[in-house]
């Protein structure tokens, strides 16, 4: 199968190679930015540098984007200054970049090893498949818990088929929690959890997650490989917090799952 954009996607990477054979280690993101704009004006290749855009929900400011450069009106680069491999997190922001511009191609590039690193990611929407398990709540449900669960359920629906897949969780949790607020649904965002140790109050930990109706904890991911760290941190709050249930809502790359978990 070809590679999409084979030939832009070559070139660019010589260009990175070039700017570091020039350059080598040791400056920051910015320098190594400015040098490939450079590159590129060389090239005759377009580019926008620093595009930004802006998400609003119900009038709300929730997200500001910014990509470092959009290259022929096709590829997103993500420039990287670090020391290590790519991070999760970096995949989850080109990936909302390339969501968010419509472009299936974006190449995350690490000026900060002694060789320069790029990494191809592809993204394309999907229809969403649909995943709910509720198993371990179950016990728990009253005809009240009932309503908030189908309240909430139904948000994330609407959410699902507003913005789809793709986005991060720092742009679903607020989109939620503006939600809940638009539909007078009583909930406490970002909650504060008291951390208490052998009895003692060892500190006040902020979490991003939602108390709805005094009730439920919903936890807000997106695009993780594995759930179960989510699932287990839920659990450790509903004890701090001593709530009865709480739902973890995964906006994956290809499904919803939603789960319910119990401390």
Known sequence: MELLFKELTYQIKGFTYDVQNELRVGFDEETYHEALKLRLDRAGISYISKATKYLKHRGIHIHKFQLDLLVADKVVLELKNIQSDFHPAHFEQIISYQKYWKKELGLLINFGLPKVKTKRVIFKEVIPIISEN?????????????????????????????????FNDKIYGPIFQTELSYRNINNNSNVVIPVTF???????????HSIVENQILCGIVALKKDVMLEILKIQTYLRMLNLPMGLLIHFGKKELQIFGVRP
């Open 198 to 208: 052998e009895g003692n109050n060892i500190r006040s930990y902020k979490t991003t």
């Open 134 to 166: 509720y198993e371990e709540i179950k016990p728990l449900i009253n005809q009240n818990s009932r309503e908030h669960l189908a309240n909430i359920r139904a948000i994330i629906l609407d959410l699902l088929d507003k913005y789809g897949l793709g």
